[in-house]
């Protein structure tokens, strides 16, 4: 999205594709970003962390991707991108959070559809009641036994934590 060497000169919102899921709630995220940036409420690192960070994610990207991230070089993993994207804006929600006090928004977290709503629960520009009413409303993949098991093992893990 910046480039080190120009670093808030110049932005490239929309240029990174997800491996699936929408294109468009990762634009959102870009967007939430660079305003965040333009505004001062956020600044960008280093130029030596972000020319590290770059490289992290691009081995990551060839591991991850193989000959796919040599041909489309904005080859990006949905999930790691919107949440290392929410984490820098501040808007990633805390599942463990939703598990105990709203687990119908936990489920829809964890096992609805890809979409970025999720990222409107809190932070800059949150609409949280909005977002809210659009994850009880999505639907929830059927589980099966490995949702099942998954759901035990977090739940045996909370139980375990809280004691």
Known sequence: MFHPKYRDKIVWIGWARPNYGSQFPIMEMQARLFALI???????PATAEMERVACIDRVANLEQFDHHAYRVR???DYHHYMDDMAGLIGCKPSQWKYLFSAPHIYLALVFATIQGTQFRLQ???NKESLARKILIKLPI?????????????ILADALRFSR
């Open 123 to 125: 932070g800059p520009g």
């Open 141 to 153: 993949i059927v589980p099966t036994p490995i949702i099942k098991a998954s759901l035990r093992r």
């Open 38 to 44: 333009c505004k001062g409420e956020l600044t960008l």
């Open 74 to 76: 904005s080859l990006v």
